[in-house]
């Protein structure tokens, strides 16, 4: 089975955008001397779809007049009008009988460069009854948050305000969504205003319906006000708004956590363990300023002993993507492996004791990474505290950078581990690296 359809949700009226676009509807808009629909429907085809439907409102005689009946694309390319604006979600659901089993929801006024082929099979793959693309951002705190359980599926729905004190980790949802749609069905039909994120999501996660979060840092921006619709121009010129691939791999710089990018303070078991190095944060700005993913490759023996489980863990891990975020920084990703060779202590946790291919110096987690995130080990650094993190470079091809802060590289596990180069702390690791790739 696979997805076939999409809608794409054009009948905003544009009101935000009329300073710059004029009576161009917001799809229409175009970014590198195209409309931001001629990129969307692109990506469609590319990704399997074959129809289209769009439901316009605002001058969606124009739109109309730009797709004809999509067969220049590859797609069928209907339009659909809208008397009233009836919300993101209102208008999928009047119209729910004629749409296919699964189907597509993107925004007109998003650009993205998505691999839609492998979220809509992860859609079909977990079963969900919807699930919504998020990423992390520079700005959480003020931001609506999804909190998700270690498997991605989501567990609560945190809209702005957040409390003080809290730390939800740091996934926004990006307003794209693939969707069963027998999940929609106890309110099709109705022409009543709705909206995705503030009444659906939260509606079927109230009656516990699989909802699953799909995480990924692939670009995708809504341009929806002048400032917006600027930046993603930015990012066109920059050639930042590209498809992740085979044929195109981003540079990363891999991080250790304990010791490098946090105080290293024994196993941590809780959040509240969890202390930030300064100038962490400060490092990862430049590093993506730069064009590198940032993605954090961790070993939790805790887990397979016992002090921790993975709920903990991902905890931490929330703890640190929040206060990263309140500082502008955030990260890709993060791996762990939960395993532990040695067995026979009591508490432990007999399923996890065992030598696998993830645990740092194991090239299990790296390879795990460059695949998903699509990162290109060439180009890509390692920067920890321990000579795992060394080992872990060489046998992936990595430049390696080893930090001062932690274990300082006296943790005596691979003492014939060299570092390509050795600093003082993760803020000297960022500087270094730009130094070495910009000349
Ligand atoms: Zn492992």
């Keep these: 089975m696979s997805v076939h359809t999409a809608v794409i949700l054009a009948g905003g009226r544009g009101t935000r955008l009329a300073s710059v676009a004029g009576d161009v509807p917001k799809a229409l808009v175009p970014i590198g001397g195209k409309p931001v629909l001629e990129h969307q429907l692109e990506l469609l085809a590319s990704a399997g779809i074959r129809d289209v439907r769009i439901f316009a409102g605002h001058l969606a005689g124009k739109i109309r007049d730009f797709t004809g009946d999509g067969s220049r694309f590859g797609l069928r390319v209907a339009i659909e009008v809208e008397d009233r604006p009836l919300g993101s979600a209102g208008a999928v659901l009047k119209k729910l009988d004629s749409l296919p089993e699964h189907f597509l929801v993107l925004y007109g006024d998003t650009m993205l460069a998505v691999d839609l082929g492998r979220f809509s099979r992860a859609h079909l793959q977990r079963g969900a009854d919807l699930t919504t693309f998020v990423h992390p951002n520079d700005h959480p705190h003020d931001s609506d948050l999804v909190e998700t359980d270690a498997k991605g599926r989501v567990t609560a729905l945190h809209p702005y305000p957040h409390p003080e004190g809290c730390h939800f980790g740091n996934l926004v ?5 693939a969707v069963r749609r027998e999940a929609l ?29 799909y995480r990924s840092t692939e670009y995708i921006k809504d341009m929806g006000t002048p400032a917006r619709l600027a930046k993603v121009s930015n990012d066109w010129q ?16 891999f991080l250790d956590r304990d010791g490098t990018l946090n105080v290293e303070n024994g196993f941590i078991r809780s959040p509240d363990q969890l202390e930030i190095l300064p100038g962490a944060a400060d490092a990862l700005k430049k590093l993506r300023a730069a064009g590198f993913r940032l993605v954090v490759l961790t070993n939790q023996p805790v887990i397979a002993r016992g002090e921790a489980s993975e709920e903990d863990v991902e905890a931490v891990h929330r703890k640190l993507e929040w206060e990263l975020g309140f500082q502008g920084a955030y990260l890709d990703a993060i791996y762990y492996c939960p395993h532990h060779p040695d067995r026979g202590f009591p508490g432990e946790r007999p399923e996890l004791k065992m030598p696998c291919e993830c645990r740092k110096p194991g090239l299990g987690l790296l390879h795990q990474a460059c695949r998903e995130v ?6 890509s650094w390692m920067v920890g505290d321990t000579t795992l993190d060394l080992e872990l470079a060489r046998r992936g091809g990595l430049h390696s950078v080893l930090v001062q802060t932690g274990a300082a590289g006296h943790d005596g ?16 690791a960022a500087d270094l690296i730009l130094e070495a790739t910009e000349g």
Excluded at 173 to 177: D, G, V
Excluded at 185 to 211: E, M, N, T
Excluded at 374 to 379: C, I, M, V
């Design 173 to 177: 949802n990006a307003a794209l969504y």
């Design 185 to 213: 069905r106890p309110w099709a039909g109705q022409a009543v205003k709705r909206d995705f994120a503030k009444d659906v999501l939260p509606a079927l996660l109230a009656a516990g319906s699989p909802l699953e979060a």
């Design 238 to 253: 920059a050639g930042r708004i590209h498809f992740r691939g085979e044929h195109h791999r981003d540079p990363a710089v």
């Design 374 to 379: 699509g990162l290109d080990p060439a180009r």
């Design 413 to 428: 596990k691979f003492p014939s581990a060299k570092s390509d180069h050795t600093v003082p702390d993760i803020a000297a």
